[in-house]
């Protein structure tokens, strides 16, 4: 499984959420049962952006990356009680945190997928994530039908305790996508990969 990261979004002005709380990262990977066990992870100090007041663009419905073949549905996530951002219950499918920018939309909206082998022997929908170049295209449909194009700018790996306030925050009035999965060594012990990788990528 490649990374999750946790956030915590209330609908408070942008000061006071950055005062209030370090939004913590959580990945829940729960399969039927996954051959490594139950992953955690947890990315500290992130940040999340606000939902915005206004969306011009429709919910987003499916995610394409052809260069490493990605067809997906895309799931609407929240966050759980525990504080972390909810995850797509399937392998296939990836996560839009819904309570913050909709793709396409100015802002970082974060997308959330499962990395790793499964119990029943599927792999999951970013295994190949790592292989994507600077460049690349990101495809977002919406409920409208519109496609949104995004250019793969940048990979970040991040340690589990990183401040990953990056991936939820942007200030230059742009529209961003970010793509969160685990990388890495897994660690018996703390059920979980040693790293975090975040493909940042830019509306076309």
Partial sequence: MKSKILSKNIELPVSLLV?????????????????????????ENAIVTPKQEQASSGLPVRLKIPSVNVDATIDQMGITPSGAM???????????????????????AVIDGH?????????SVFDDLNKLK???????EDEKG??????????RDYDPKADASSVFVSNDGKSH????TCEGVW??????????????????
Avoid at 24 to 38: G, N
Avoid at 90 to 96: D, F, I, L, S, Y
Avoid at 146 to 155: A, D, G
Avoid at 177 to 180: A, C, G, K, Q
């Fill in 177 to 180: 996508l970010n793509i969160i």
């Fill in 115 to 123: 990395y790793g082998r499964w119990a029943n022997g599927d792999g």
């Fill in 19 to 43: 005062l209030a709380f370090f939004a913590v990262l959580i990945f829940y990977f729960i399969p039927e049962r996954p051959v490594q066990s139950d992953p955690v992870t947890n990315i």
């Fill in 146 to 155: 519109i496609t949104y194009t995004f250019l793969v700018r940048e990979f």
């Fill in 86 to 108: 909810e995850v797509p219950s399937g392998a296939r499918n990836v996560g839009w945190f819904k309570l913050g920018p909709r793709p396409g939309d100015k802002g970082s």
């Fill in 134 to 140: 600077k460049g690349d295209k990101v495809y977002v």
């Fill in 187 to 204: 660690n018996k012990v703390s059920k979980s990969y040693s790293e975090r990788l975040v493909v940042f990528t830019d509306k076309e």
